[in-house]
């Protein structure tokens, strides 16, 4: 038998790490100036007055002898330099904007920004015949970075956390650095201690060794340092030595649910208002789908003409990416609740949840659909009204009968304590309560006519007493009683083996603002 061939195997080829480390000084500068042209010097403060300081400088004010740390009352100092307040929401658009723009050159990127600072590191392995050779690479993501108004350094190695180290090292005009793999340690050699993003106790205790350079700490024994500084002493020796392990950890992207429409007339027609929305709709179902979701909410922001703004919000009680449900939730909706003139532009902005499953039994009956439950639900509410349609609640309140309606939710399932269901008594509420006689005997009930019927109390529980809202015209006073009574008949004289009248168990309630008796349950 021949035996095979070592050429006929297949042959599984790995392509070596690469990574492009992305980074941005001054980033809270550069958010905000990049929509400012001009070359003053510019200071950004952050903080409440009059605590606020210096978080971020340019170059013009850095030469001025501006820094980070400084009080308002020193930058007014300064002549000529422009002072502006930080902006968390243009940092996390300008954040968000990189972010899309990264992903241009890999579907891969890990998120390792810091306050005051953007690092983005892209997994590049195997995009030579993309983009080119790793330099090309660099200089396509940094002019790419510059149409949006952002400055920073690239640097590419096959080593992460050398590659962030030498980014955050290297100077702004250096542009790109690519790092032959094995040489991240030589060219860590020369860099200050900052950049391993040393806490200050192990800053001090360099200092004092003499260590002022990354290469100066590279050549330490392993040993000896972790008998010093512990397993940290250990993970800084390999970070100086371009040796630290890493795993990559891609960030996922946020898209935001949201489709805008702008109309080129304007639109008073239900149907060609729900022609539109029908677009709409799909792509937002498309969207979710490709993420494994479903639609929750929808919310509508219809722009009328004057420059209203007409909002209405559907939140069917499970998710769901059945188009025709939603558009005909829009429609019950749009119908109870038209918008007051005619409509120019059109948003919808959906939150998503996750889809739901529903297992059916071979002998359990089937349910009515949820959907549909949905759809007749939005139908009695266009009816009858928002506030009548949903389920019950109790309110936090000793007042009988107090209850409001909430929306359908699904609840969460419950836990089972494991402890066996007694017998309890049945309590028959009356709606609306009887009006009765009740005879009384030292303030205490004796007897009552319920139902055109008289009955001899037995015992008498109470009296129980609640009253409230006194700071409401609609305010009550109440006195409960539970009472066994039995009933008053002619011929109980002459029944059979002396036997009595049936017992009558009931709930009675004193009204002391209107003074009167009324019947409001029965025991079984």
Same mark, same amino acid.
């Given at each position: 038998?021949?035996?095979?061939?070592?050429? =006929?195997?297949?042959? @599984?080829s +790995?392509?070596?790490?690469?990574?492009?480390c992305?980074d941005?000084?001054?980033?809270?500068?550069?958010?905000?100036?990049?929509?400012?042209?001009?070359?003053r010097?510019?200071?950004?403060?952050?903080?409440?007055?009059?605590?606020e !300081?210096?978080?971020?400088?340019? =170059?013009?004010?850095?030469?001025?002898?501006?820094?980070?740390? @400084?009080?308002?009352?020193?930058?007014?100092?300064f002549?000529?330099v422009?002072?502006?307040?930080?902006?968390? /929401?243009e940092?996390?658009?300008?954040?968000?904007?990189?972010?899309?723009?990264?992903?241009?050159?890999?579907?891969?990127?890990e998120?390792?920004?810091?306050?005051?600072?953007?690092?983005?590191?892209?997994?590049?392995?195997?995009?030579?015949?993309?983009?080119?050779?790793?330099?090309?690479?660099?200089?396509?993501l940094?002019?790419?970075?510059?149409?949006?108004?952002?400055?920073?350094?690239v640097?590419i190695?096959?080593?992460?956390?050398?590659?962030?180290?030498?980014?955050?090292?290297m100077?702004?005009?250096?542009?790109?650095?690519v790092?032959?793999?094995?040489?991240?340690?030589?060219?860590?050699?020369? @860099?200050?201690?900052?950049?391993?993003?040393?806490? /200050?106790?192990?800053?001090?205790?360099?200092?004092? *060794?003499?260590?002022?350079?990354?290469?100066?700490?590279?050549?330490?024994?392993?040993?000896?340092l972790?008998?010093?500084?512990g397993?940290?002493?250990?993970?800084?020796?390999?970070?100086?030595?371009?040796?630290?392990?890493h795993?990559?950890?891609?960030?996922e992207?946020?898209?935001?649910?949201?489709?805008?429409?702008?109309?080129?007339?304007?639109?008073?027609a239900?149907?060609?208002?729900?022609?539109?929305?029908?677009?709409?709709?799909?792509?937002?179902?498309?969207?979710?789908?490709?993420?494994?979701l479903?639609?929750?909410?929808?919310?509508l922001?219809?722009?009328?003409?004057?420059?209203?703004?007409?909002?209405?919000?559907?939140?069917?009680?499970?998710?769901?990416?059945?188009?025709?449900?939603?558009?005909?939730?829009?429609?019950?909706?749009?119908?109870a609740?038209?918008?007051?003139?005619?409509?120019?532009?059109?948003?919808?902005?959906?939150?998503?949840?996750?889809?739901?499953?529903?297992?059916?039994?071979?002998?359990?009956?089937?349910?009515p659909e949820?959907?549909?439950?949905?759809?007749?639900?939005?139908?009695?509410?266009?009816?009858?009204?928002?506030?009548?349609?949903?389920? /019950?609640?109790l309110?936090? +309140?000793? !007042?009988? =009968? /107090?209850?409001?309606?909430?929306?359908?939710?699904?609840?969460?399932?419950?836990?089972? =304590?494991?402890?066996?269901?007694?017998l309890? #008594?049945?309590?028959?509420q009356?709606?609306?309560?009887?009006?009765?006689?009740?005879?009384?005997?030292?303030?205490?009930?004796?007897?009552?006519?319920?139902?055109?019927?008289?009955? +001899?109390?037995? !015992?008498?529980?109470?009296?129980?007493?609640?009253?409230?809202? *006194?700071?409401?015209?609609?305010?009550w006073?109440?006195?409960q *009683?539970?009472?066994?009574?039995?009933?008053?008949?002619?011929?109980?004289?002459?029944?059979?083996?002396?036997?009595?009248?049936?017992?009558?168990?009931c709930?009675? #309630?004193?009204?002391?603002i209107?003074?009167? *008796?009324? @019947?409001?349950?029965?025991?079984?």
């Amino acid at each position: 038998m021949a035996k095979p061939d070592l050429m =006929d195997r297949p042959v @599984m080829s +790995t392509v070596p790490a690469l990574y492009a480390c992305f980074d941005v000084r001054e980033f809270p500068l550069q958010a905000l100036l990049r929509g400012r042209p001009g070359k003053r010097p510019v200071a950004v403060l952050e903080g409440k007055p009059p605590l606020e !300081r210096v978080c971020s400088v340019n =170059d013009h004010a850095r030469t001025l002898g501006l820094q980070w740390g @400084m009080t308002r009352v020193e930058v007014e100092t300064f002549p000529g330099v422009v002072a502006l307040s930080r902006s968390y /929401a243009e940092e996390l658009e300008t954040k968000t904007e990189l972010l899309e723009c990264a992903g241009r050159f890999s579907p891969r990127i890990e998120d390792q920004s810091s306050d005051g600072r953007f690092t983005a590191v892209l997994d590049i392995a195997g995009t030579t015949r993309l983009f080119g050779e790793p330099q090309q690479l660099g200089k396509k993501l940094l002019q790419a970075a510059h149409a949006l108004g952002i400055h920073g350094v690239v640097v590419i190695g096959s080593n992460l956390p050398a590659t962030i180290c030498l980014a955050r090292g290297m100077e702004i005009s250096s542009g790109v650095l690519v790092v032959p793999s094995g040489g991240e340690m030589s060219a860590l050699r020369p @860099m200050p201690l900052a950049i391993l993003g040393l806490s /200050a106790e192990h800053a001090r205790t360099f200092s004092s *060794w003499g260590i002022t350079t990354v290469g100066e700490l590279a050549e330490l024994p392993e040993i000896e340092l972790i008998a010093r500084l512990g397993q940290e002493g250990r993970r800084l020796r390999q970070l100086a030595r371009g040796e630290s392990p890493h795993l990559f950890t891609p960030v996922e992207p946020v898209r935001p649910l949201e489709e805008n429409m702008e109309l080129d007339t304007p639109v008073e027609a239900f149907a060609s208002l729900l022609f539109i929305l029908a677009a709409m709709l799909d792509r937002l179902i498309a969207q979710a789908k490709s993420n494994l979701l479903a639609l929750a909410s929808i919310t509508l922001h219809a722009r009328l003409e004057g420059g209203a703004v007409h909002t209405r919000a559907v939140r069917p009680a499970l998710p769901s990416n059945d188009r025709q449900l939603w558009l005909k939730l829009l429609d019950l909706d749009l119908q109870a609740h038209p918008p007051e003139a005619a409509v120019v532009s059109l948003c919808l902005t959906a939150q998503c949840g996750s889809t739901s499953k529903m297992q059916l039994g071979l002998f359990c009956p089937q349910e009515p659909e949820p959907m549909r439950l949905e759809v007749t639900l939005a139908r009695i509410r266009s009816i009858v009204g928002e506030e009548r349609v949903g389920r /019950a609640v109790l309110k936090d +309140t000793h !007042r009988p =009968d /107090a209850f409001s309606m909430e929306p359908f939710v699904v609840p969460a399932a419950l836990e089972e =304590d494991g402890r066996p269901i007694g017998l309890c #008594t049945a309590l028959r509420q009356i709606r609306p309560p009887e009006k009765i006689t009740v005879g009384l005997r030292h303030h205490c009930p004796n007897t009552l006519v319920f139902r055109q019927k008289r009955y +001899t109390v037995e !015992r008498a529980y109470g009296p129980w007493f609640s009253a409230g809202d *006194w700071w409401n015209a609609d305010l009550w006073s109440l006195e409960q *009683w539970d009472l066994i009574a039995r009933e008053q008949t002619a011929d109980e004289i002459s029944r059979p083996n002396g036997s009595k009248s049936p017992l009558l168990y009931c709930c009675l #309630t004193h009204d002391l603002i209107r003074k009167c *008796w009324q @019947m409001t349950a029965l025991y079984d």
